[in-house]
């Protein structure tokens, strides 16, 4: 089938690759000249496992293409995905504005039939809009064409995007129109062979959906959190409770990990705007904003951890740190904890050596050189000269160190883990005094088995 797709950040180029791998004619668009000319000559801008071949083996084919035009893009798709970003505007809303500028575009040179879907993760209501949208810049011309609006929201996480785009658990088709629903069947088909995992609702329903799914694995995480807190507080241990509680089914393993707060370009833009959403149709969303509260107060902790360690005293200290993606296997640093801790310490008078395998150029976009802020090649360069050690990602690098060498190179031996990555016996074993998120120290006597151990890696 013919594609068309607006917007070439992570959402778009990953599904518009997909969607070119299982034999489409995809043709993305892009404003950004630049970024389009990069793509055209093999670039991807961003790092995401497996994507900058498939993107390359695709463009070569000549299933796959790069424009800035909106028009000949309007013509060419049969589908016309709208995959542009909806950034938090100052009250924490979506901002609709690119969304409705590409439905404008839309409108102004669609010249047949042609399906629109939102893939960009937009309030409740925005179908209707962008219909609006599409059919006012129609009449402002005169035209009459048909065209459908569904919604279509992603899934992906960073990090597995290709795989979750390849091979998703869900397909939500939010859509009135069976004309549409249809269309969007034909060019899934190829992600759903073993069994159907299309979802067919309306589009409010859909646009709710993926707020819904966000919001409560969110809750799930600030949940733990809290559980941390208080398992701090009444000496217990938070990592057994995880796994005491992960084994019920009704609860799961997954996304019950306490550690020192989630980031992401999806979790906290999510929560605050469906917060929003609710307040604007009067309802007071007490839960989500209580998810916020505890994930904005659990990315001061590693902070929180460290300057009662020094009772205060964080002038002239060097703290290594360990991680400044988000996440592992990104070089996302969007609402990373690793910036509110580098913030806070550098606030203190503090000085930070940091090491990520992927992130350091986009902290030097974000923060520039600084004489506070020394970016290490390698994760054991960046003890040379620190005071303690504080583990923000979970990289899998950082899950078995040579802690003797940490010790020895320290200044003052102790570890911060904000993802509690190792077993508080072994690290103190070493020598080393351990920190972790919500690990009472009333059970350092008991063996704990490694936490890293039982983790599952899906989960990272
Ligand atoms: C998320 C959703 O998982 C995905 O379905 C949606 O489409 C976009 O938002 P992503 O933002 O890529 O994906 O990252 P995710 O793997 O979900 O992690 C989000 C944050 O939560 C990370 O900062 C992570 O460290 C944190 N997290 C995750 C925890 O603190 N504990 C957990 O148990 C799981």
Known sequence: MKVTLFGTGYVGLVTGTCLAEMGNRVLCVDVDAGKVARLKNGEVPIFEPGLSP??????????????????????????????????????????????????????????????????????????????????????????????????????????????????????????????????????????????????????????????????????????MNEIANIAERVGADVEQVRRGIGSDPRIGYHFIYPGCGYGGSCFPKDVQALERTARTVDYDARLLGAVEAVNHAQKGKLFELIERHYGGALKGKTVALWGLAFKPNTDDMREASSRRLMEQLWAAGAKVRAFDPEARAETTRIYGERADLTLCEDAYEALDGADVLAIVTEWKAFRAPDFARIRDVLKDPAVFDGRNLYDPAQVEDMGLAYYGIGRGRSLASVPVPSAAMLRPAATA
């Open 54 to 223: 498939m993107v390359k083996r695709n463009f070569e084919s000549g299933r796959l293409d790069f424009t800035t035009q909106a028009e000949p893009a309007v013509h060419h798709g049969e589908v016309i995905f709208i995959a542009v970003g909806t950034p938090p505007d100052e009250d924490g809303s979506a901002d609709l504005r690119y969304v409705l500028e590409v439905a404008r575009s839309i409108g102004q040179h669609l010249d047949r039939y042609a399906v629109v879907v939102n893939k960009s993760t937009v309030p409740v209501g925005t179908a209707d809009k962008v219909r609006a949208t599409i059919a006012q810049a129609l009449a402002e011309r005169g035209a009459v064409i048909p065209f459908d609006v569904v919604s279509n929201p992603e899934f992906l996480k960073e990090g597995d995007a290709v795989e979750d785009c390849l091979r998703p658990d869900r397909i939500v088709i939010g859509s009135s129109s069976e004309r549409a629903t249809q269309v969007l069947r034909k060019l899934y088909a190829p992600f759903n062979r073993n069994h159907d995992r299309t979802v067919v609702m309306d589009e409010r329903s859909a646009e709710l959906t993926k707020y819904a799914a966000n919001a409560m694995l969110a809750t799930k995480i600030s949940f």
